[in-house]
């Protein structure tokens, strides 16, 4: 379906791709700020509150008034601080979320219309890198994202950052190696990185998703989702009743807004990852097929916040303890099952 | 909420339930024997359907908790002790005050001030009453023995004024003759109690 498809495609141009990026920066932006109002309204109901009432109806103007005041705040730089890196860290998370998603298929195929000047007859891609590794390169641009709470820890001079940063590194010795194991077997299924071909492969219906092939990975790797993007069962880095704010400490306005950007950026990202490798992606063409896979995506979102509400988090030695000795050993058990049914 | 909710203050009637955290496992084999069955009972979906339920109560069954103040109030006791009220006479739209100065005398931290003088037709009023309310400790003394149920403590608790004055002059606590209808009798301190009738006892005229 999708090689016809392929054949009939417009050729993809310099001008479509940037046209494709600007979309993708802009919408995802204003996504990753309204998911700060989701969240707050998500986890106020589940305890019982309102959450923001005041701006706009039911708080719907609450990303504006978030964003004014970040705007608008000063930009304080420690005295002690290393400057450069500490200026340069939430541009790393920020910008490695971004350039995640370039690969990620987000939006569909569309042709900008004839009447609107310099662009008109543009055709715009789904995808605005289409590589053929995709998995990989989504999955190492999420992981190299890391690097930014761990170099503004270390940067600011402030002991709670320099916890928090700690944190950054046992995190990401933990979660990393059960991302990649977890993946491995759905991969060897489908035999290829490409985002095009999980979705190919899944593309007869409900019963054809790779989730009851491949339960075990799908858990795995929705918990190690949840540890890549720093959510609250493993929100080590920046837990406030521990320490004060980890890495983000010495950080305000719109640096601080950065790192929260990337977040959400990432909790999008690892959502449309879990609904196309494992959850069929566009099971319909067209319209319905969007549809379709943006509601697994707000389910994978309002996943995230609902666990939040509900569980405790734990400690990093715990997590590291989880991660080493509990997911990895399962992890390979379930890629030599994979391995063994395949070859038989 | 309703009053009653509100007003149960009886720690300890509530439902708490004790958890029962088992033993503490010994040696290797208990310890995997016990990750195992945390791993499979599931006990982390019953923690998420504890907040779905929440929130499905809170959103469809009117279980929201949030009080938007200034808009809404909680309802308060009617034992509550907030600034003084001093109320009228419903027949006639007099002010109970006799002008007896019990509640001046018994004020223990001397904030109410009160003069008197004789009318032209020889009857006690009450020509000053202030309160100062920079010195009282809202403890109900004067509300307790005012034999007229005259001085009251009323439900206003937002009590900020641009003066210190603010409140505490005798025209400001009394109800507004056009408001007369709307008089609420007092519950709290020195109220008649609900069975008050059956208490009385006919004084014995013979020993």
Known sequence: MEATLVE??????????????????????????????????????????????????????????????????????????????????????????????????VFPDFTVPEFIPLIGGTFVPSIAADINVGILFVLGMMAAGLYGPLLAGMSQANKWGIIGSARTAIQFLSYEVVTGLSILAPIMLVGSLSFVDFNDYQSDGIGSWLIWQQPVAFVLFLIAGFAETNRTPFDLLEHEAEVVSGYATEYSGMRWGMFFIGEYANMITVAIIASVVFLGGYDAEGVLGWLFIIFKIAFFFFLMLWVRASWPHIRPDQLMWFCWKVLMPIALLNILITAIVILV | MSLEQFKDRNVGTQNYITMDTGKTPEGSMCKFKQVVKRTFKGELFVGLWVTMKAMLKALFANDMHTVKYPFEKLPISPRYRAIHDMLRLLESGNYRCIGCGLCEKICISNCISMDTRYDEEQRKEVSEYTINFGRCIFCGYCAEVCPELAIVHGPRYENAAEQRAGFSLFEDMLTPIDKLNLQQEYDGFGAISPNADENIKKTPLAY
């Open chain 1, 8 to 105: 009939n495609l417009p050729q993809v141009t310099a001008l479509g791709v940037i046209i494709k990026a600007v979309i993708i920066l802009a919408v995802l932006s204003a996504l990753a700020g309204f998911g700060t109002f989701i969240e707050r309204k998500v986890l106020a109901f589940m305890q019982r509150r309102l959450g923001p009432m005041h701006v706009g109806p039911y708080g719907m103007l609450q990303i504006a008034a978030d964003g004014i005041k970040l705007f608008t705040k000063e930009d304080i730089i420690p005295q002690n601080a290393n400057k450069l890196i500490f200026m340069i860290a939430p541009i790393i998370t920020a910008a490695t979320a971004f350039i995640a998603l370039s690969a990620v298929p």
